[in-house]
């Protein structure tokens, strides 16, 4: 069974930082491509991050600055490092496997729980 764990939310100050944790099961990690995504409230839900297999990294321009993207080969486990918070930035965040086409992260198959982050001025 593949499995996605999410972990690290929470409420938080505005500039302020958070790092969440995606620990996987069921798949075979080192050849698996890892992506956030997150979702707020009447919103679509879209990509935050990816980090392919072979370490390449995407973050999108809204929090390429603040955001960073990084995988523990060991740990099967994925993080997002996300600093200086801004309260556009809550959203119920979601961990995912994707695919990598076109030099370009898509949804793929598997979803963890998600984890709340809410970021207040």
């Known amino acids: 069974q593949v499995q996605l764990v999410e972990s690290g939310g929470g409420l938080v100050q505005a500039g302020g930082s958070l790092r969440l944790s995606c620990i996987t099961s069921g798949i075979v990690f080192g050849t698996t491509h890892m992506g956030w995504y997150r979702q707020a409230p009447g919103k679509q839900r879209e990509l935050v991050a990816g980090i392919t297999d072979g370490y390449f990294t995407e973050v999108v321009d809204s929090v390429k600055d603040r955001f960073t993207t990084s995988r523990d080969l060991a740990k099967k486990t994925v993080y997002l490092q996300m600093n200086s918070l801004k309260p556009e930035d809550t959203a119920f965040y979601y961990c995912?496997?994707?695919?990598?086409?076109?030099?370009?992260?898509?949804?793929?198959?598997?979803w963890g729980q998600g984890t709340q982050v809410t970021v207040v001025s």
């Open positions: 995912n496997t994707p695919k990598f086409n076109d030099e370009h992260f898509d949804p793929g198959t598997y």
